[in-house]
C-alpha cells in the first residue's frame, strides 16, 4: 500500500500529469503551501495553470517525456491513458507512480478528522457547505473542492492537520482507496459506465469502500435512497442515516416548506426528539438533503449547532451550480454543472416552480458514452423544461464515437412532445437565443464540460452590443 506522510518530505519533488483538473490542481496547490517542489503538465493553458504557475509550480503545456526530470514522485489523473509519454518515462525510470485516488487516499490519513462526500450528485454542494460551516467556526480545516467557493477564493484552502473536507468520487473505482474517519454516502446511482459494468458493479465498489472503515468510523447515509440500503450490511464502525419525513432515519428533515423563490426551511427532528429549525440560502428540494448531510458531519464532530444553523442559512451556492451569470432582456442567464440525467431533472423541477416565463435548458451532453448508455434516461430527465437546446457532445477523456450524437437524443426528446432542437456551435446556440427569448424567461445551460462559457458568452456579447450601440 502506498503511504504519505506530508511531514517528512520523502517525496519532496512531484510532478503531476494532467495537473489542469480541478481535483489534481488541489492538491498540488496543497503540497506547494506544504513546501513541495510541484511541477506539471496538462494539454492546454488556462487560469488554473496560470494561477499554479504564480504560486511556485513549474508548468508544461503538452504532455512529452522531456517534462519529466527525475521527480521523487508523479501523480497521474485518470484520463491519462497507459501510452502517454511521461508515464512511460517515469515508469522507465523506476520512479514511483500512482494514481490521483491512491495519493488522495493516503493523503487523507495524515489528518486526525477527515469527512469524504460520496455519491452520484451533490458531492460538491455538500463539500462546499461543510467547508463554509467550518471556516466559520472555531476550526482551521484543510478543503479540497470541486468548484470555487467564494468563502475560500477558490477550491481549496490549506488549514491545519485537524480537520480534512473532501469530495470522494467513485469514478475508476477510486473510493477503494479512501479511509476518511467520517463517510458521507448521498446517493448511489448509475454513472460512470464507461468503467463500471452497471448499477450492481458500482454498488459493490461503495460496499469495498464501506469495509475500509474501521470500528472507530462514522457513516452518514440517506436512508431514503434506495440504493443506499444495499451496502448497510457492509459499513464498519458507526451508522447515522438521515432522510426527508421518515421516521426510520436517525435524523429526519419534517414540516417542509419553501419561500417564493424556493428556498427550503424545515425542522430537523434530531435523535434525541428534538427539534432544530433550518433556512436554506439555495433553491430546491435536493438541497435539504445536501443540507442534512453538511448540518450532521459537522455537529458529530463537535461543531455547535447555532454556527452550523447561521453557515446552512448564508451559504449561497458554489459556482456552476444553478448559478445566475446575469440578464439579457429581461431574462435571467444561469448556468449548472448538472450531467447526468438525475441532477438535471432535480434543477430543472426546482427551478421550473418559481419561473415566471419560459424555462429554457441548453444541454452539452458530456462524453460519448455517458450519452449513449443513459440515452433512455436523458429523454426523460427534461420534462420540466419549456424548451432544450442540445449541442455538441463534449469528448472530454474519450475518443469520437460514431454510434452516438446529439441528434439521437434530441429525436427521443421530440417523441416525448418536448420542445427540442439540435444546434451544434455554441455561437449558434447563443444567436439562437437572441432570438428567442422573452422577458422573465430563464435561461440555463447545463453540462460538466464547457457550457458556462456560453452562459457567459451570452450574457458578455449582448452587453459588448449594448455599449456599441451607444458609442
Sequence with gaps: MFTFNIEDKKYLNIHFIGIGGISMSGIAMLLLKHGYNISGSDRKASEILNHLSENGANIYIGQKKENIHNPDLVIYTDAILPDNEELMKAKSLDIPVVTRGIFL????????????????????????IISKILMNSPEDPTILLGGDLDEIDGNVHVGSEDFLVTEACEYKGNIRHYFPSTVIVLNIDEDHLDYYKNLEDIVETFKAYMRNQDKNSKTILNLNEKNNRLILDSIQGRLITYAQENDDADYNAINIRFDEIGR?????????????????GIIGRH?????????IAT??????????RENVKNYTGLHRRMELIGKVNGTKIMTDYGHHPSEIKVTLEALKEHTKGRLICIWQPHTYSRTKTLIDEFAKCFDYADEVIVTEIYAAREKY???????????????????????????????????????????????CGTPNELAEMIVKDQNQKKEKALI
Excluded: C
Excluded at 487516499?105 to 460538491?124: D, E, P, Q, W
Excluded at 455537529?299 to 452550523?308: L, S, T
Design 401 to 447: 464515437d460514431p454510434s452516438i450524437h446529439s441528434k439521437d437524443v434530441v429525436k427521443k426528446l421530440i417523441e416525448r412532445n418536448i420542445d427540442a432542437k439540435y444546434i451544434q456551435t455554441f455561437e449558434q446556440a447563443r444567436d439562437y437565443i437572441y432570438e428567442d427569448i422573452k422577458e422573465d424567461d430563464l435561461v440555463i445551460t447545463t453540462g
Design 105 to 128: 487516499g493516503a493523503l487523507m490519513r495524515n489528518y486526525k478528522n477527515s469527512i469524504a462526500v460520496s455519491g452520484s450528485h451533490g458531492k460538491s454542494t455538500t463539500t462546499s
Design 264 to 280: 427550503p426551511e424545515f425542522d430537523l427532528k434530531m435523535p434525541d426528539g428534538s427539534l432544530e429549525h433550518f433556512k436554506l
Design 299 to 308: 455537529y458529530e464532530n463537535g461543531i455547535d449547532i447555532e454556527i452550523i
Design 287 to 295: 438541497n435539504i438533503n445536501n443540507a442534512m448531510a453538511s448540518i
